[in-house]
């Protein structure tokens, strides 16, 4: 498998599993379908509900630990009358407790909202405890990724953000490379918006290549050095998409792809006030 190596020397598989909306009851058994395909990147969040299903399926697959990438992440934390940080540290231990795992390969802030500040502060302590490999962020826009960065000690590892085909994020991506942090996508396939599984540019790439747009699309991430982590539930699909390194998309198909971006999100902006209220009042950990 294919690595980024993070500002910190970890070593990050550039192509990971991803279970975000995958019911609980069927997340430990698409996990466990995931690892015995060939997986060793999982990427969950406590507020996926999911964790503890996961956690099962690493436990079952016998697997070594360190040969596992397990990244997690951390909702909105809501102290008003204690500690954000001491709240951080609890939630984390949840996190951890309900995955059955000893530590984290990567922790991350979900939403660039709240305190994270002190969730950050507190994130900075795990890590150098060792608690957790590498920390990061998902969502942040360049500003705020930017201002966090300035005025805290560590930088993080790592940016999840919607990246696909029709929101290519290429300026996002060129600050994050100028200040050493790895951008990772969420939402490849735009969950099939925009009709991209059909889209006439995209398809026109798979036939030539005779591979699935979803093959391409994942080996256009690649190729742009973006850490990319695909869900499906069915095996022949989770092999499909581990099936992406035998292949290179030419200079010009690169190109002939970067006229799909539309420069918008598919699904909200963290900047609309209407979404960051209906955000910061969701309660989990």
Sequence with gaps: MQTVTLNNGVQMPILGFGVFQIPDDETQAAVEAALAAGYRHLDTAASYGNEAAVGAAIKASGIAREDLFITTK????????????????RAFENSLSRLGL?????????????????????????????????IGVSNFHPDRLVDLIDHNEIVPAVNQIETHPFHQRAADQALMRERGVQIESWGPFAEGKNNL???????????????????????????????VIPKSVRPDRMAENLDVFGFELTEEQMSQIATLDTGASLFFDHRDPAMVSWLGGRRYN
Excluded at 203 to 209: D, F, G, P
């Design 102 to 134: 000893d530590y984290l390969d990567l922790y991350l802030i979900h939403q660039p909202l709240g305190d994270y500040y002190s969730e950050w502060r507190a994130m900075q302590d795990l890590h150098k405890e060792g608690l957790a490999r590498a």
């Design 74 to 89: 951390l909702w909105i934390q809501h102290a008003p009358t204690g500690s954000v940080q001491d709240d951080t540290r």
């Design 197 to 227: 599984f059909t889209d006439p540019v995209l398809s026109a790439i798979a036939e030539a290549h005779g591979k699935s747009v979803a093959q391409v699309v994942l080996r256009w991430l690649i190729q742009r050095e973006v850490v």
